[in-house]
């Protein structure tokens, strides 16, 4: 027997029992079962040796993800530099950059006015054509393993297109592909579930059903009508949505980030989010990836409170999803830049720090989509805080109209009857580079910029993967442009989904540039960030009290490195009473020893406190 055949048998013995046991659970198909693993083998075999060559390599160092080397960066191919091909050009300015983790948003094939950002896939193994190829796509893929460079793509799989083939045949009347979707005959079920599945997008797309008067049925469509929910209740599309996700391992994706994986399985009488069979699909997912590709990790987006976004990783004996994203306090981190207030996101950083090592979470501070406003209000509710006046004080904020505010951007979805809405903006604009460039005040701009580093700083210095928007490395701000297009107009999402401006690129080149400061003060930080064991996955993590609610204060330990992070969330100079009677610590940023007692903090300001033991 070939040496990469022992490879596949001894993965799939390792596994076989368990997820014939949760498939046979589930579907109680012994054929379809047999016809998985037969093309289980058939996708390993396909696999290029040198992704083989990866796989067995990751395997030798399963935690090779968790380390301190790794920094993300999300962007829109056609936005960055046009097509697959011009993004490969750029890798020398990603590298340059520290970058060595590049997802690359939505990129499959689907049709302009029914995009929603591209996540409305007409076919899941063809490039937009206007992006490029998936010989494009292997080409990249290589070129950036020979790097060193991971690659991330969305694996939408909740639902398609109406312009998938599946739907067109569902709509040619073919009962096969009906039954890949949910259709009904009236409105008695679809009525039934609506009454305790909530909508994704009341404002801009009400309800989870759309009728098709080409058939006379409902189809269920929790995103938007041109997006039908797969039913994975049907053996087929789970199998047939298997190797589609196996189809873009072999093309060289070392991350496969499950899109809205919590909606996948649809149960009548409930919320129809997080049923425990999404956790036995994405089990089975996580096992069948540890089978044919294991150099590949699965991403989980799980848009919730921590409650339900850990049970997404799985057990240690069981695990699921390898990385998740840190949500609550990507959005708890802007509530603190409106409110000057650390408690909350304080105590979300010690939940947080709490969860076992192994669990890893990319943090950020800016994604594509919207900020939603997910916080912890029955901590807030003890502070005085309500939820409804608190939401809109935050929105009036990030709209530049309360609280001393700097910040511009716009609301997203905005829901009169529960007067909920979303928020929009690029990390620059929030933070007051927009604002402070049109006023041409330098005072302004400086301190904007100081803000901007301290969260980068602070993002940096958290347990797991930091993960950087394309254009924030050079304080990119919002981009009004898209409501010209009148595709776009109506979704204030693409304000901070401008394109890559590249002759601003060439602005970090002057010291005295808004551009060049921000780059340049990232650099040093990312390269900190990869130079010291402390900030390794495996490191003791904490929170210090200061004594100020502007103050926040964090701590690294990691065999006898021991580093003190300081960020000061308010535009005034505070002191953060910390007491870290251990003698003098290094200040890694702006060189010299000091010790780690009542450390005078500019406003915006940061420090990272150095001892070695």
């Given amino acids: ?50 992704l083989k060559e990866m796989d067995e390599a990751r395997e030798m160092l399963p935690d090779w993800y968790m380390q301190n080397d790794l920094l993300g960066m999300m962007l829109y191919i056609d936005n960055f530099a046009d097509t697959i091909s011009g993004v490969e050009e ?11 983790y590049i997802h690359l948003m939505p990129f499959l094939d689907t049709v302009p006015e029914r995009s929603d950002g591209g996540y409305a896939v007409a076919d899941f193994r063809t490039v937009q054509k206007k992006l490029g190829t998936m010989e494009d796509l292997a080409h990249f893929t290589s070129e950036c393993r020979k790097r060193g460079i991971s690659v991330c793509c969305d694996f939408v799989m909740n639902h398609t297109s109406i312009d998938h083939e599946w739907a067109q045949r569902a709509l040619n009347g073919e009962k096969e592909y009906q039954d890949r979707y949910f259709f009904y005959d009236n409105y008695d079920i679809p009525s039934q579930f609506e009454q305790t599945v909530p909508q994704v997008f009341p404002a801009t797309a009400p309800g989870n059903f759309t009728y098709l ?50 909606y996948i399985w649809k149960e009548l009488g409930t919320t129809c989010r997080n049923l425990p069979q999404v956790h036995s699909l994405v089990r089975m997912m996580r096992m069948i990836s540890e089978i044919v590709c294991p150099g590949t990790l699965l991403l989980g987006e799980v848009v919730m409170e921590p409650a339900k ?12 999803c390898h990385m998740l994203y840190n949500v609550t306090t990507m959005a708890t981190t802007w509530h603190t830049v409106a409110t000057r207030d650390v408690r909350l996101l304080k105590r979300q950083l010690d939940i947080v720090n709490s969860l076992p090592k192994q669990y890893t979470f990319l ?12 916080l912890d209000y029955d901590t807030l509710a003890q502070m005085g805080i309500l939820e409804i006046p608190h939401k809109n004080y935050l929105n009036a904020y990030f709209l530049g109209q309360q609280g001393n505010s700097n910040s511009r951007g716009e609301l997203y979805n905005y829901d009169p009857i529960t007067q909920d809405a979303r928020f929009c903006g690029t990390t620059a604009s929030l933070c007051g580079i927009e604002k402070a460039g ?32 394309s254009g924030d490395e050079i304080g990119q701000v919002n981009d009004y442009s898209y409501k010209k297009d009148p595709e776009k107009a109506a ?90 009677d251990d003698g003098d610590y290094e200040d890694m940023i702006h060189g010299g020893m000091r010790p780690a007692r009542g450390v005078d903090v500019p406003g915006y300001g940061f420090y990272w406190l150095r001892k070695q033991f």
């Avoid at 750029?90 to 060595?100: D, P, Q, T």
């Fill in 1 to 50: 027997m070939k040496k990469e055949d022992t490879h596949f048998t001894e993965r799939l013995s390792r596994h076989r029992d368990e997820l014939k046991w949760l498939y046979m659970e589930r579907y109680h198909s012994e054929e379809k079962y047999n016809e998985l693993e037969a093309q289980l083998k058939l996708w390993y075999d396909k696999r290029e040796p040198d």
């Fill in 90 to 100: 750029k890798l020398s300015y990603l590298e340059e950059s520290n970058i060595n």
């Fill in 213 to 262: 008067d080409s058939l006379g049925k409902f189809v269920m469509t929790s995103f938007y009508p041109y997006q039908w929910d797969l039913n994975y209740n049907n053996p087929v599309v789970f199998n047939e949505m298997i190797y589609n996700f196996l189809f873009l391992a072999n093309m060289g994706i070392d991350i496969i980030r499950l899109d809205a994986v919590p």
């Fill in 309 to 320: 976004v850990v049970p997404y990783f799985g057990t240690v004996d069981k695990p699921e």
């Fill in 363 to 374: 943090n950020y501070l800016r994604c594509h989509d919207d900020i939603g406003w997910g």
């Fill in 438 to 469: 049109f006023e041409f005040r330098k005072d302004a701009m400086d301190k904007a910029i100081d803000l901007v580093i301290m969260l980068h700083a602070y993002m940096f210095f958290q347990t797991g993967i930091p993960i950087l928007y």
């Fill in 491 to 580: 979704d204030s999402r693409y304000l901070h989904r401008g394109k890559m401006k590249w002759e601003n690129v060439e602005k970090i080149k002057d010291p005295n540039s808004v551009e060049s400061k921000i780059y340049h003060r990232l650099q040093q930080l990312e390269k900190l960030r990869k130079e010291h064991p402390a900030f390794v996955q495996e490191a003791d993590a904490w929170t210090l009290e200061t004594y100020d609610v502007s103050v926040l204060s964090m701590g690294r330990y990691f065999k006898g490195e021991k580093i003190i992070g300081i960020f000061n969330f308010s535009e005034h100079d505070k002191t953060a009473w910390i007491n870290e």
